[in-house]
């Protein structure tokens, strides 16, 4: 998981990912056979809270497309993404207590939050939500 557009990974633009792992040497096997130059590869034990924010940032990238589409401006934008981390947060405290804080911070964290929303398809199709009125569905073909 991580801020890693697919288009750009496969162009060869660098980029980082955060695989998760509770066994060390699994996971400098995974990094050993998959990290480049271009693409860095974090290894860390939260792999339940990865794959989690995975999703949720994906939530957050939507609520941001439709204050886009809406046409709220950059304040109101910095606002949803704020509070939308701070949910992420919450959600991660309550349902994984043992996590390791700092997971936030990694290319799974913030890093793909950003990514998704400034170039992600979830916030260029609630855009085109608002804008158009076609469903989700519809939009993403």
Known sequence: ??????????????????????????????????????????????????????????????????????????????AVIRLGLKEMVEFCKEFFPAHHPEIFLKSCGVADLVTTYYGGHDRKAAVAFVKTGKDIKTLEK
Do not use: W
């Open 1 to 78: 998981m991580g801020a890693n557009i697919a288009c750009e990974v496969a162009e060869g633009t660098f980029c980082e990912a955060t695989v998760g792992s509770r066994n060390y040497e699994h996971g400098q096997l995974v990094k050993s056979l998959i990290q480049t130059n271009e693409f860095r590869i974090i290894i860390k034990p939260d792999k339940e809270v990865i794959e989690v924010l995975g999703a949720l940032e994906n939530i957050v990238a939507f609520a941001a497309g439709f204050s886009d589409g809406l046409g709220y401006g950059n304040n109101t934008k910095a």
